[in-house]
């Protein structure tokens, strides 16, 4: 594992030679945030997205994580949601739920799921609102210069064009500073309708570790965030480049040409759209 750290803020960069070294770092570094969380606050509050996070998840399944992590004292979010039912092949929490969720011991009341039954934009008022009541009782922490919720970690794969959760490349949403979670219905990749938190929200994490793996294109967008000439790229061109939390820590997971294996199989820890 190679560990560098920005001058500009950026967040510490971890670089590793294949998904397996990922995914082990990353059930480490996850573990060890639930438990200072849990020393401190009594929860860990995490909210998670789709694409190749789950299965590099995996880990946190086996020993001694299975064992170890507080696992009751977990309340699990999204950070973004596909408008689709939640037994559908496109659904986040289906993705958690089948590849994570229901091989540890998390509370099912601790699981906050976006509501399939509603439009996109009531689904997403609605899940703003759940969010709202747990700040009241502080089971989501509240960040003290934002005033938005403060999740223990917020955990997103990085698309090929640099898109977090649902937030894409020069989409209006990416400035939406008044709401806590949104919706959109022309997403650039299908399906189209979507639920994602806004970037205020991200920012606001105590902790947000954006995993790169997969595409190797995606190279060329993370060479872009981590050059030193990039003040003239707008930022609105590539999403990944505006999470910057502001009294938290950001953490880049990185795997290197994992996109095809010496057989010319994929890895299958790629990030889809």
Known sequence: MAVSGDPKSRGELRSFDNSDELATNLAEYIAQLSDISVKDRGVFTIALSGGCLINLMG???????????????????WADERAVSKNHVDSNYK?????????????????????????????????????RQLVKVRTVDVSAISDCPKFDLILLCVG???????????????EDKDNWVTFITDSPV??????????????????VALVVAGEENKANALSIIFSDDNDD???????????RPTDGELVWFVAKGISSEPDGSNSGHGCPP
């Open 233 to 243: 790229i707008d930022a609105l061109s590539l999403p990944a480049q505006m999470v």
């Open 190 to 207: 299908p399906p189209p309708e979507r639920i994602t938190f806004t970037l205020p929200v991200i920012n606001s994490a105590s902790n």
């Open 59 to 77: 880990k946190l399944c086996e020993a001694p994580y299975s064992k170890t992590v507080d696992w009751t004292k977990w309340y699990v979010f």
């Open 160 to 174: 090929e064009d640099g898109h977090i959760a649902s937030l894409f490349p020069g989409h209006p949403a990416l």
């Open 95 to 131: 993705l958690a739920k089948d590849g994570f969720l229901s091989k540890v011991p998390v509370l099912n009341s601790h699981i906050y799921s976006i509501n399939d039954n509603a439009t996109t934009e009531d689904a997403a008022e609605e899940y703003e609102f759940t969010i």
